[in-house]
């Protein structure tokens, strides 16, 4: 397997705060990781170093074999991101949205109008896609926010909680769709919701207060996770995850 | 640069998607009539031509361009989607030309939409057409620099309230640089040096110059410098502020 994702001893610090003190993971192709922790724990700010949105204080990170401080260009051309909360512009629609993300990453018109058909199938979106964004749904904004990201067909995927907010059926629609991208894909979601990382990730990582302080993987065949020397039942990832990241505050 | 004509593309339709750019452009219109017209005493003065308009075009500049610089970058900003454009494959640089020429070719539009103040003037006398032309590319330069500048601090802040504020105060120093009033000032104090450094920086001067009916290489390497620099400017602030 080969890392698509490479991160080595990353650290960013806000003036004297440090938010993210020295991670290091990867993630090959064909793998979901999981990326857990409590709130503040440098989830978002890892993500956005990785999607090059934040320049690291420390440490390196490569995507595709790219360095995204010295390559950022190419490296970003690989990545697919959907930013916490999704943010959009809100007075354009969707279809507007898809054409100028699809312009920038510099599809052609016949490849953006074949993506745009496609990501607007996978994610639902087809009733919404000439109303301004501002006045959809949160879900539906998440959705579009999802669809912007996989719009190119990018070989990594950084999503920032993507299930946020919507109902049951889509999430699991969503859950449904990063199951089938991820043959080809390296794929990175951050998520409050435990059961989904049993329903999609094949490993998880447990950041707190900026450090990884746990890493597991499933185990059994009944759906049980092992983090370390802590077995969840299945089901119960969340007793361990309560086990890991207070016994990691202590 | 990579990414100015995707983003070039979809401000530039951004301005017309909501009543904004209506609104502005009424505005402009109506001002400039007034000023024309009115405060600038056409009729009495009994000459047809456009020189009112241009005598009072940087003072109204200096008030409407802010209101169109300050969303730029204070927007992204304020809506988060400054994270979205900032990990497109696209480059700063990139983002803050293709956003400049958005604004620019906006007020471009506007400006041109003044022609019926040249056709009156062209039915009422014999204007010098030549001297009415100049001033006009010197009128759209000057809106170049007006917004370069008020896109740079927009960048500084994500509230467009204070982006407009400070954004029209350093227009105004920017403008009056070369008045008499800033000039005294510094003189007595200062080296001459650096008080013809201070006149040179004047945005009313060199209009005033192009409107004579001139475009003199220096007015114009002026304006493209005033541009550039307040453009490299923005890149700097954008990339440094970009996470608060
Ligand atoms: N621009 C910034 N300036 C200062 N501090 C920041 C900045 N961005 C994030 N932080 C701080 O860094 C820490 C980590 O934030 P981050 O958003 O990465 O957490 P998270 O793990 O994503 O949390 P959540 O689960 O709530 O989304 C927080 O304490 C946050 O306040
Ligand atoms: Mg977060």
Not at chain 1, 218 to 226: L, M, N, V
Not at chain 2, 109 to 134: C, E, K, N, S
Not at chain 2, 135 to 143: D, N, R, T
Request: glycine share 10%; net charge positive.
């Amino acid at each position: 397997m080969t890392a698509m994702i490479e991160i080595r001893d990353l650290v960013k610090r806000f003036d004297d705060f440090t938010a993210v003190a020295g991670i290091s993971l990867q993630v090959a192709k064909g793998e979901v990781l999981g990326f857990l922790g409590p709130n503040g724990a440098g989830k978002s700010t890892t993500m956005k170093m990785v999607t090059g949105f934040l320049d690291p204080t420390s440490g390196s990170i490569a995507v595709g074999g790219k360095d995204i401080t010295r390559d950022p260009l190419a490296a970003k051309r690989l990545i697919g991101y959907l930013p916490e909360g999704a943010p959009a512009y809100p007075d354009m629609t969707p279809a507007s949205l898809f054409a100028f993300v699809g312009s920038a990453r510099g599809l052609d018109r016949a490849t953006l109008k074949q993506r745009i058909a496609a990501v607007v199938a996978e994610t639902h979106i087809g009733s919404v896609l000439e109303q301004p964004i501002e006045t959809l749904s949160k879900g539906y904004k998440r959705r579009v926010g999802l669809a912007q990201a996989i719009l190119h067909d990018p070989p990594i995927l950084v999503l920032d909680e993507p299930t946020d907010g919507l109902d049951p059926n889509q999430k699991h629609e969503v859950r449904e769709l990063i199951r089938r991208m991820k043959k080809n894909k390296a794929i990175v979601i951050s998520t409050h919701i435990l059961e989904e990382v049993e329903a999609i990730c094949d490993r998880a990582i447990i950041v707190a207060r900026g450090r990884v302080v746990a890493e597991g993987r499933p185990e059994g065949k009944a759906g049980g996770w092992r983090f370390g020397n802590v077995l969840a039942e299945p089901g119960r990832l969340d007793q361990a995850f309560r086990n890991i990241t207070l016994g990691a505050a202590a | 640069m990579t990414g100015t004509l995707s983003v070039f593309r979809r401000e530039f339709a951004g301005y017309f998607a909501t009543p904004l750019a209506y609104i502005f452009i009424i505005v402009f219109l109506f001002v400039a009539g007034i000023f024309t017209f009115y405060v600038g005493s056409f009729f009495p003065r009994g000459q047809a031509d456009l020189t009112p308009f241009f005598t009072y075009l940087p003072w109204l500049f200096l008030f409407l361009l802010p209101a169109i610089g300050m969303r730029l970058w204070a927007e992204e900003r304020r809506a988060g989607t400054i994270e979205l454009l900032l990990t497109l494959p696209i480059s700063i640089a990139g983002a803050v030309i293709g956003k400049f020429l958005a604004a620019w070719a906006f007020a471009i539009v506007a400006l041109a939409l003044t022609f019926p103040l040249w056709i009156t003037v062209a039915r009422l006398g014999q204007p010098d057409h030549g001297v009415i032309l100049a001033s006009y590319v010197g009128a759209a330069l000057m809106a170049g620099g007006y917004l370069a500048i008020a896109g740079c601090l927009s960048a500084v802040t994500r509230n467009q309230v204070i982006a407009f504020v400070v954004g029209v105060v350093i227009c105004f120093l920017f403008t009056v640089a070369g008045s008499p009033l800033v000039l005294n000032f510094f003189t007595g104090w200062a080296p001459p040096s650096l008080v013809s450094i201070v006149a040179a920086t004047s945005i009313i001067t060199h209009f005033n110059a192009i409107t004579l009916g001139v475009i003199d290489l220096r007015d114009v390497i002026y304006f493209v410098s005033l541009i550039a620099a307040w453009l490299a400017a923005t890149v700097i602030v954008v990339d440094l502020k970009k996470a608060d």
